[in-house]
């Protein structure tokens, strides 16, 4: 049997930057399983504090994020998301893997954001939804961002715009939904700990404190990789490379 093509980083990085806003998932992506072997690993386990779609009761469909909300402002950089001195944990070793989410937006201005993502000490956050503003994950090219959020629990990050290289990472780690706001005003009127919803399918931000729903765009062609847990697992998926088991 002749083994299906590798894909290099550059095929990833090409498939990935092609992918386009244009249908949302089918699902949501469920608990994932350790990916990228050695040292292009990016993560390894979750131990996710969230409860997906039914914790309010309401009729949701099956692709949809139900927790409290963090809000932060326009153009968080990555050195806010991950400060560079914690890009030394290996994220396919479980014990930094958690390490690593237990950093997550710890280089927040406390003066800013007197209320942390994580609480010092605990290595997961309460926080399902994260809301941003413009040119959210500025910065630094870094793989550790979308991963630190994911670490800590967080599936979704909702804004009004993105650095490019932040969307990339996070649809080739599968580790968050990066969202895009059709409608602005959420980051300015949500507030952290407000309890929101996240319908993929309905591409659409409930928040159930105030009452207000704000349009989302689709994530397109890109929700199948995040589903399936990242670029490689993906491309396993879909025959583009031979899968472990071949």
């Given at each position: 049997?002749?083994?299906?093509?590798?894909?290099?980083?550059?095929?990833?990085?090409?498939?990935?930057?092609?992918?386009?806003?244009?249908?949302?998932?089918?699902?949501?992506?469920?608990?994932?399983?350790?990916r990228?072997?050695?040292?292009?690993?990016l993560?390894?386990?979750?131990?996710r504090?969230?409860?997906?779609a039914a914790?309010?009761?309401?009729?949701?469909s099956s692709?949809a994020f139900?927790?409290?909300?963090?809000?932060?402002?326009?153009?968080?950089?990555?050195?806010?998301?991950i400060?560079a001195?914690?890009?030394?944990?290996?994220?396919?070793?479980?014990?930094?893997?958690?390490?690593?989410?237990s950093?997550?937006?710890?280089?927040?201005?406390?003066?800013a954001?007197?209320i942390?993502?994580?609480?010092?000490?605990e290595?997961?956050?309460?926080?399902?939804?994260?809301?941003g503003?413009?040119?959210?994950?500025?910065g630094?090219?870094?793989?550790?961002?979308?991963?630190?959020l994911g670490?800590?629990?967080?599936?979704?990050?909702?804004?009004?715009?993105?650095?490019?290289?932040?969307?990339?990472?996070?649809?080739a780690t599968?580790?968050?939904?990066?969202?895009?706001?059709?409608?602005?005003?959420?980051?300015?009127?949500c507030?952290?700990?407000?309890?929101v919803t996240?319908?993929?399918d309905s591409?659409?931000?409930?928040?159930?404190?105030?009452?207000k729903?704000?349009?989302?765009?689709?994530?397109?062609?890109?929700g199948?990789?995040?589903?399936?847990?990242g670029?490689?697992a993906?491309?396993?998926?879909?025959?583009?490379?031979?899968?472990?088991?071949?």
């Amino acid at each position: 049997m002749t083994a299906a093509p590798l894909l290099s980083f550059t095929d990833a990085a090409t498939v990935t930057a092609a992918l386009a806003p244009s249908r949302a998932p089918t699902r949501a992506r469920t608990q994932a399983v350790p990916r990228f072997p050695g040292a292009v690993s990016l993560r390894c386990r979750r131990t996710r504090p969230l409860t997906a779609a039914a914790a309010t009761g309401d009729s949701l469909s099956s692709a949809a994020f139900h927790g409290e909300c963090f809000v932060v402002g326009d153009n968080i950089d990555t050195d806010q998301i991950i400060p560079a001195e914690h890009l030394t944990l290996v994220p396919s070793k479980p014990d930094e893997y958690r390490k690593l989410g237990s950093f997550a937006f710890v280089g927040l201005p406390t003066a800013a954001y007197p209320i942390p993502f994580v609480v010092p000490g605990e290595e997961s956050s309460r926080y399902a939804v994260i809301i941003g503003g413009a040119n959210f994950g500025c910065g630094s090219s870094r793989e550790h961002a979308p991963v630190a959020l994911g670490a800590a629990g967080a599936r979704a990050v909702v804004a009004e715009g993105y650095a490019r290289i932040f969307f990339r990472n996070s649809v080739a780690t599968g580790e968050v939904y990066p969202l895009e706001l059709a409608d602005s005003g959420a980051s300015k009127e949500c507030k952290t700990g407000d309890v929101v919803t996240v319908d993929l399918d309905s591409s659409v931000l409930i928040n159930h404190t105030s009452g207000k729903q704000y349009k989302l765009k689709p994530i397109g062609d890109a929700g199948p990789v995040i589903e399936a847990g990242g670029i490689f697992a993906y491309a396993r998926k879909t025959g583009m490379i031979a899968s472990k088991s071949a």
